[in-house]
């Protein structure tokens, strides 16, 4: 069978934090987006208060100005309410497709994503000893690099992208006050995407971090939260934008 090479866009950007006023707030960012990308990716913090109601707002304004598929992760923002359920139902019922140790293809291009949480990097790393409180979080973030590590082994596409809310190093959350990295990622999230390589991971929630920065291995990581965008990009634009060369099978037709 024949195959043909197609360029897919992928438009990234996190932290959007849509609260109960925010309705028409982000609509010409999200008509650009449209304009310029095949599929968009949100890392997390969709809502401010996790509430269902917000949820709505952010899925009226993403119907009415982006006509393309819409892969997302939830943040510590979509949990603050304990209605994180509700937040996925109304998200997912309007056509997005939200990822929790799931992985999805789309238009050839394979994504794995997870929530993540935090811990620390290197040997800052939170240990697992002590105290069952201690014990407790260490936990919640093993249980979040063994979901992810699920997801990407589960990807069999060329192209595959990485999503999450929390940073998988410590490089893309520097230019935070160094007293809080702790509560921004934790490289165990790392450990996964070392040993199931992608093309690129996208994360947000250190509004004030670093751009980019790359794993041990060598994989680009990409700091999309809206927050450090707006502070400028050499190409003027407030999200991500990537393009991937993806080889399709193709309908050939017989010589008679």
Known sequence: MATTDTTVRLAAISDLHY???????LLPLFAEVSDCADILL??????????????????????????MPVVAVLGNHDY???????VCDVLTSAGMTILDGDSVEIRGVGFAGVKGFAGGF?????????????????QEALDEALKLESALARLRTEQRIAVLHYAPIRGTVEGEPPVIYPFLGCSRLEDPINRYPVNAVFHGH?????AEGRTSSGIPVYNVSHGLLKKGRPDGRDFFL????VTQAADTVPVI
């Not at 609260?19 to 707030?25: D, F, I, L, N, T």
């Not at 208060?49 to 982006?66: F, R, S, T, W």
């Not at 990537?242 to 060369?245: C, D, G, I, N, S």
Request: aromatic share 6%.
């Open 42 to 67: 949100i890392c997390g913090d969709l809502t401010d208060y996790g509430l269902p109601e917000e949820a709505q707002i952010l899925a009226k304004d993403l119907n009415a100005a982006v006509k």
């Open 122 to 138: 290197g040997r800052g790393a939170l240990g697992f000893w002590g105290e069952p409180a201690i014990k407790a979080f260490v």
């Open 206 to 210: 250190a509004h004030n971090g670093t």
């Open 80 to 86: 603050e309410s304990g209605r994180q359920l509700e």
């Open 19 to 25: 609260g109960k006023g925010s309705q028409g707030s």
């Open 242 to 245: 990537m393009e991937l060369a």
